[in-house]
């Protein structure tokens, strides 16, 4: 007889992701190789870091038996709809706290969108309660508002412990296969496990998203959490968040489209392009040596 599926089935990945590696004489005039590692075809519904950060937590949701799931993000937060389609994907509930009280009323964006219609209940708040979202009694107070009091709360981004071991395997999947391993920053997360599964004599590079230059010491706090301590070799390359979060001005929009049409693979414009960019700036400022194999992680899908 057959046996029932157990109730994170759905969560089932196509790992390893595809590793391939493009040819671009932007990179070869400077004697670089450059891997892209598809983590956007781990999962259909749950592309590339989502899948490794919100993979651990459903289960954890799941075990606990609760039924509905919290979690927070911007008017564009990728991580808001990965949890709305696993929600849908686990028959869970979903609630998404929403950065911005006077987007209430309004139409809703593509992203917010998308959100609605795997089933969220989207709540639109302050910036200053959004702020205070870790603070225990405004958390409480989120949560009484939503009418989520028993719900498992995710944070932000989906980074926290358990997200960062589910991360570390990424960077298992990479050991001995390259130098450098770039990956896009929001919360740093997954730079944060990328960096702990790695192996000896490689590094992790993050290109954040955001302004601020406040990431560094949230990546320490994130690793002693869920290590213990600091965890492999990392570092961040500051600068080319090209004006902020979701901000994709005609320089990046058409770099995008033109990596596109090189090689095949289809840029994701708020996180991939700007690694992309990055790594092809750096690598024409001589940032990395004769000889490095660089891999680029592409952790979305447009």
């Given at each position: 007889m057959n046996q029932p599926h157990p109730p994170t089935d759905p969560l089932r990945p196509r790992p390893p992701s595809p590793l391939r590696e493009v040819h671009d004489e932007r990179f070869a005039v400077r004697g670089v190789r450059l891997l892209l590692k598809r983590d956007d075809l781990v999962h259909p519904e749950l592309p590339g870091n989502k899948w490794r950060k919100?993979?651990?937590?459903l289960r954890a949701a799941v075990d606990a038996g609760r039924r509905?799931?919290?979690?927070?993000?911007?008017?564009?937060?990728?991580?808001l709809r990965a949890t709305a389609a696993a929600g849908r994907l686990l028959g869970l509930e979903t609630v998404g706290i929403v950065r911005g009280d006077e987007l209430a009323g309004r139409p809703l964006n593509d992203s917010l969108a998308r959100c609605a219609a795997d089933g969220m209940r989207l709540r639109f708040v302050t910036r200053s309660?959004?702020?205070r979202k870790t603070e225990p009694e405004a958390l409480a107070r989120l949560?009484?508002?939503?009418?989520?009091?028993?719900?498992?709360?995710?944070?932000?981004g989906g980074s926290n412990a358990l997200a960062l071991r589910g991360c570390a395997g990424l960077g298992r999947e990479l050991r001995g296969a390259a130098d450098v391993v770039a990956v896009a920053c929001g919360t740093g997360g997954t730079l944060a496990g990328l960096a702990a599964g790695l192996g000896p004599g490689q590094r992790a590079l993050g290109v954040p998203v955001l302004a601020g230059g406040f990431l560094a010491g949230e990546i320490r706090s994130l690793q002693h959490a869920a290590f213990g301590g600091p965890a492999g070799e990392w570092s961040l390359a500051e600068g080319?968040?090209?004006g902020g979060y979701a901000r994709v001005p005609p320089e990046l929009e058409a770099f995008?489209?033109?990596f596109e049409g090189r090689h095949g693979v289809p840029v994701?414009?708020?996180?991939?392009a700007k690694l992309l960019h990055a790594l092809t700036s750096l690598t024409a400022a001589g940032a990395f040596r004769p000889g490095t194999t660089l891999a680029a992680v592409v952790t979305g899908r447009p």
């Open positions: 919100l993979a651990p937590n509905t799931l919290v979690t927070f993000g911007g008017a564009y937060s990728n991580h309660d959004y702020r949560l009484e508002e939503a009418g989520a009091t028993d719900a498992y709360v995710i944070p932000e080319h968040d090209h995008a489209a033109d994701e414009r708020i996180y991939v």
